[in-house]
């Protein structure tokens, strides 16, 4: 996207390279494997993974899990997005989000930030009881979830010093210059507690509430 204007937001479809894919397998076939101490029972993890569920989980891995049925699963879940961005002190930076949207006229943007090692695909089973809520009388939400730069489809950084400070200057540029969320609430958790507290800090004329699953702890 490095031609494209910013702000200005285009369609994304997840599609990894398939010499990505068959790479990795070729990886999970080749690994070796430890013995297993003699002394130590089949149901005694005390030395750590039992070597035969690792073999058993790379079986799945190599010759069972199908990742071109869950791609598409989650091309179908999820409407994506990328959006060049320049942020303050910083520069451009391309986001990745999904952004599903409420048919309720009262809904509310709701910023939701994964945490680690996590990645957008967190909010997969709250889009539709927040978007469409079962009755009337539950508040309905926009729901916005971007991809922190480095993770999954998001773009890395190309600079150093991308952390929650800047990443919080970027989700704000999202939702309000790109999206048009003048107000909004926010949840994070993990990582996305902090960049979340950050952008309540920074902007606090913009963010309405903040949700937290786990409490940022700044030292």
């Not at 800090?201 to 949700?211: K, S, T």
Request: net charge negative; hydrophobic share 40%.
């Amino acid at each position: 996207m490095a031609d494209d204007a910013f702000n200005k937001p285009t369609p994304y479809t997840l599609y990894v390279d398939q010499e990505l894919l068959d790479n990795t397998k070729q990886k999970i076939r080749l690994a070796r494997y430890p013995e297993e101490q003699v002394d130590v029972g089949d149901d005694d993890w005390s030395q750590g993974a039992k070597v035969k569920e690792v073999k058993r989980l790379a079986e799945y891995w190599a010759n069972g899990f199908d990742w071109r049925a869950e791609e598409a699963r989650i091309n179908a879940d999820f409407s994506q997005f990328k959006v060049k961005v320049d942020i303050p002190d910083y520069g451009p930076q391309v986001l990745h989000y999904a952004h599903q949207i409420s048919p309720r006229a009262n809904a509310i943007p709701l910023l939701f930030v994964q945490g680690w090692p996590g990645s957008f695909l967190e909010a997969r089973k709250l889009i539709e009881p927040l978007t469409n809520p079962p009755d009337d009388s539950t508040q309905a939400f926009h729901v916005i979830a971007p991809s922190i730069p480095g993770f999954g489809p998001g773009d890395p950084p190309a600079k150093t010093g991308f952390g929650p400070f800047l990443t919080a200057r970027a989700f704000k540029i999202l939702m309000v210059d790109v999206l048009g969320y003048d107000r909004f609430v926010t949840q994070g958790g993990d990582w996305g507690s902090m960049v979340t507290r950050s952008m309540a800090l920074q902007y606090r004329h913009h963010v309405r509430a903040c949700h937290f699953n786990m409490l940022p702890c700044v030292h």
